[in-house]
């Protein structure tokens, strides 16, 4: 949290297989500038009186995957307003939203191609109107087994547990029946050949290219402008 700093300047914040809960809020950019990339996987933030990330000072790229958000009563839970690079919500889940700005609660960035994919927006969680790209998100309760005593397993029959991009759980990877909620970095084998999205985009100064092959093999990348 950086508030009320300013002069202050940061090139990246990367937060990932962290629990925030019963505090004020997660990274907070007002004054203190951002220039680079803030990244949220694999956490939890629940209980807050203020935003989960409001990043409004500098210019940054977003992005939050496998995130389970739960009970915010600040005015947003996501404020991006003013920044021109790319942001992605993807596979996460938004739940129980008490502030003041129902409707438009998570704000993105001033990017075209800024989205929000495969999330739950749950209970009073709205979408700002500026959002360019939205798909497959649902507005289905996840069946949290005790969000009030803070346990966010998800439950048999959660659509939540289907719901990702690659066909499995959506939020923080910690509540899935079975997982220890650190992601294992050995992925199951390619079926298929897949070149995801890259991140942050556009490149700032740099981005992140994921691919998978069927087999092991040599491969070469090549960038057109």
């Not at 958000?69 to 404020?79: A, E, F, H, P, Q």
């Amino acid at each position: 949290v950086l508030d009320d700093n300013d002069g202050a300047s940061v090139d990246t914040v990367i937060i990932d297989n962290s629990l925030v809960h019963d505090c004020d809020g997660g990274p907070y950019f007002k004054d203190a500038d951002l220039n680079g990339l803030i990244k949220v996987t694999n956490s939890t933030f629940a209980n807050l009186t203020d935003r989960f990330i409001r990043a409004q000072s500098g210019d940054a790229a977003g992005y939050i995957d496998h995130c389970t958000v739960y009970n915010l009563s600040g005015k947003r839970i996501i404020m991006a307003k003013g920044n021109s690079k790319q942001w992605i919500v993807t596979n996460s889940i938004f739940s129980t939203f008490t502030g003041s700005s129902p409707d438009d609660c998570i704000r993105p960035g001033d990017n075209e191609a800024d989205s929000l994919a495969f999330c739950i927006l749950h209970s009073d969680v709205g979408l700002h109107k500026d959002w360019e790209v939205v798909s497959d998100t649902s507005t289905a309760d996840p069946m949290f087994t005790d969000p009030a005593n803070g346990d966010f397993t998800l439950m048999d029959g959660s659509p939540a547990l289907t719901m990702a991009s690659d066909g499995g759980a959506i939020g923080d990877p910690r509540w899935v029946s079975g997982t220890t909620g650190i992601k294992n970095t050995q992925a199951s084998t390619p079926v298929d050949f897949k070149l995801s999205q890259n991140y942050p985009n556009p490149f700032n100064p740099s981005t992140h290219i994921v691919f998978t092959l069927a087999e092991k093999n040599h491969a070469t990348l090549t960038v057109h402008n």
